[in-house]
T-cell receptor, first 121, second 116 residues
């Protein structure tokens, strides 16, 4: 089945530094990847839709300059949290769909990475 | 208005019994898909079951079944013969339209705890 790899799983950084999180589709190509954010004991909130070869589409309230998304290839999207602050501490999860080989069937399932837990001190 | 509502923040169930997790949704689209995901404490999101808006039969996947009541806009998850390993967060999600590029919107989740 489709596998999405997310790295790193855990990261602790100092306030003011930038952190890059990678999301890779290992055995399929993904023209679109989604980045979600999840605070403790809360649901997943979509941050942005990452489109291969073009600019990401950000949800309302998400700062595009704060959360830089790059989808440079069909198998890799990166999320960079710039100048991280403690309030950015969260669980970040990427997801992708094998929309090329499986077409646009509504049953096409979104596969999630294992998530990246960011703690900003 | 919330697109996906899960009214049960937490549920207990005795091992080997069945449990129903509630999910209601709100959409004006005729074409949509409904999903259930399980999130154990490790954080990964595990796909459980899918129901398309045009599917006439309720979806089933092993011990999981989806009680789809279109007129009521509900898509409850039924887990039969609960196991200790079923203890986790469960999220209901919806994709509006049938385009695979459309995003998923998640409900608030239900924490299921299976008692031995």
């Amino acid at each position: 089945g489709a596998v999405v790899s997310q790295h790193p799983s855990w990261v602790i950084c100092k306030s003011g530094t930038s952190v890059k999180i990678e999301c890779r589709s290992l055995d399929f190509q993904a023209t679109t990847m989604f980045w979600y954010r999840q605070f403790p004991k809360q649901s997943l909130m979509l941050m942005a839709t990452s489109n291969e070869g073009s600019k990401a589409t950000y949800e309302q309230g998400v700062e595009k300059d704060k959360f830089l998304i790059n989808h440079a290839s069909l198998t890799l999207s990166t999320l960079t949290v710039t100048s991280a602050h403690p309030e950015d501490s969260s669980f970040y999860i990427c997801s992708a769909r094998d929309s090329i080989s499986h077409g646009i069937s509504g049953a096409n399932v979104l596969t999630f990475g294992a998530g990246s837990r960011l703690t900003v001190l | 208005a919330q697109k996906i509502t899960q009214t049960q923040p937490g549920m207990f169930v005795q091992e080997k019994e069945a449990v129903t997790l509630d999910c209601t949704y709100d959409t004006s689209d005729q074409s949509y898909g409904l999903f259930w995901y399980k999130q154990p404490s490790s954080g990964e999101m595990i796909f459980l079951i899918y129901q398309g808006s045009y599917d006439e039969q309720n979806a089933t996947e092993g011990r999981y079944s989806l009680n789809f009541q279109k007129a009521r806009k509900s898509a409850n998850l039924v887990i039969s013969a609960s196991q200790l390993g079923d203890s986790a967060m469960y999220f209901c999600a919806m994709r509006e339209g049938l385009n695979a590029g459309n995003m998923l919107t998640f409900g608030g989740g239900t924490r299921l705890m299976v008692k031995p």
